[in-house]
């Protein structure tokens, strides 16, 4: 019973460590020839976002499992309905200029 309990509070734990592993491993595209040091160490960090959000859902879900649980679960959704709020806005706007010109 012991076990089940500790693959339960480890699994996820490492799970989440890949897969933030993973996306930081995709920042790596902004080191390309022709850039300065600096430009290509600023694309870096911006590209890494992702991963220190991530980071940052991670440790609240490390200290609080339910609630880290709920984050990681609807994050990616709230970040998807957020843009499309925005996009509607914005559509919106776009079309009111359209129509009064």
């Known amino acids: 019973m012991k076990t089940t309990i500790r693959v339960f509070q480890w699994l996820p734990r490492a799970i989440c460590i890949l897969a933030i592993l993973l996306i930081s491993l995709l920042a790596a595209d902004a080191f390309a020839p022709g850039l300065t040091i600096w430009q290509q160490l600023g694309g ?15 440790i ?12 990681i679960v609807t994050f990616p959704f709230v970040v998807a309905g957020i843009l499309f709020i925005i996009s509607h806005f914005m559509n919106k706007k776009n079309l009111l200029k359209t129509h009064n010109q």
């Open 60 to 71: 609240v879900a490390w200290k609080w499992e339910f609630i880290g649980g709920i984050l």
């Open 44 to 58: 870096f960090l911006i590209h890494l976002i992702p991963s220190f959000i991530l980071l940052a859902i991670l």
